[in-house]
């Protein structure tokens, strides 16, 4: 929800919303700017729990 928020308020740029968990480790969501939906994915695919959203829009 924040995600969506700051990429509404800056469609030009990209961002990354940290979020804590229990076990002391992030969670990390990242977003491509609205203006030019490439890359985020890219890059989470590099990590190995990274790049779930490409397969919830197939």
Do not use: W
Request: net charge neutral; glycine share 10%.
């Amino acid at each position: 929800m924040y995600g969506n928020l700051l990429a509404n308020q800056s469609p030009e740029r990209a961002h990354a919303v940290l979020t804590s968990n229990a076990d002391k480790t992030y969670t990390v969501s990242l977003r491509a700017p609205l203006a030019n939906k490439q890359g985020a994915g890219d890059i989470c695919a590099q990590f190995e729990t990274g790049g779930g959203v490409p397969q919830l829009l197939a």
